[in-house]
């Protein structure tokens, strides 16, 4: 099982896009979700989370632009970005805890990222 990140792209500031990530293949189970994001020369931070459950968290740089949600029967989470500024240019990774097997345990897993451009 992989997930799979898509929307990533090239953007003016003010602008607005949308990330989608779900996995390669349909897992048992699938419980919280997140996007992280790592610009050049900078960690991996947290940028949004969702529980199963649709409980949100935010980080206070994206608050009140971003919005994480997710299609539990598709297992699909998605990221709504507005107002986008240069300092939001980062690759963006989608993670999530997975079960691939009703035999298994949860386990976190990772996309390959997509590149966000926030530039005029």
């Known amino acids: 099982v992989q997930l799979v990140e898509s929307g990533g792209g090239l953007v003016q500031p003010g602008g607005s896009l949308r990330l989608s990530c779900a996995p390669s293949?349909?897992?048992?189970?699938?419980?919280?979700m997140r996007w992280y994001r790592q610009a050049p020369g900078k960690q991996r931070d947290l940028v949004a989370s969702?529980?199963?459950?649709?409980?949100?968290n935010y980080a206070d740089s994206v608050k009140g632009r971003f919005t994480i949600s997710r299609d539990n029967a598709e297992n699909t989470v998605y990221l709504q970005m507005n107002t986008l500024k240069p300092e939001d240019t980062a690759v963006y990774y989608c993670?999530?805890?997975?079960?691939?097997?009703?035999?298994?345990?949860?386990?976190?897993?990772w996309g390959k990222g997509t590149l966000v451009t926030v530039s005029s």
């Open positions: 993670n999530a805890e997975l079960k691939v097997t009703m035999f298994r345990s949860y386990v976190d897993y």
């Open positions: 969702i529980t199963k459950g649709g409980e949100t």
């Open positions: 293949s349909r897992p048992f189970g699938t419980n919280t």
